[in-house]
């Protein structure tokens, strides 16, 4: 299973971004999709859970900012992103679950400048 993350750049503190994670197969056969994120010199951070069943948890940093949702036919996991802080700057990545197997995409850079 191969997972591309895209849609990452540099915005504007306020600005929007939508992130695409599409993925080699099925994404209904991915049982759960995570965003996770990564800033310089800080651990990674789960961002947001999405499930095939279309249930999706965010973090408390993005609640109410960042709404995961998904497209079948492109095979395509996406995150939108709005209300951008400088907080919210870091390397994004999409980790699929299937079982006990996990995969892990490239990242994307997001930039917000203040």
């Known amino acids: 299973v191969q997972l591309q993350a895209s849609g990452g750049g540099l915005v504007q503190a306020g600005g929007s971004l939508r992130l695409s994670c599409a993925a080699s197969?099925?994404?209904?056969?991915?049982?759960?999709i995570n965003w996770y994120r990564q800033a310089p010199g800080k651990q990674r951070e789960l961002v947001a859970v999405?499930?095939?069943?279309?249930?999706?948890t965010y973090a408390d940093s993005v609640q109410g900012r960042f709404t995961a949702s998904r497209d079948n036919a492109k095979n395509t996991v996406y995150l939108l992103m709005n209300s951008l802080e400088p907080g919210d700057t870091a390397v994004y990545y999409c980790?699929?679950?299937?079982?006990?197997?996990?995969?892990w995409g490239h990242g994307t850079q997001v930039t917000v400048s203040s």
């Open positions: 197969i099925s994404i209904q056969n991915i049982n759960i």
């Open positions: 999405f499930t095939s069943t279309g249930t999706t």
């Open positions: 980790n699929g679950r299937l079982g006990s197997l996990s995969y």
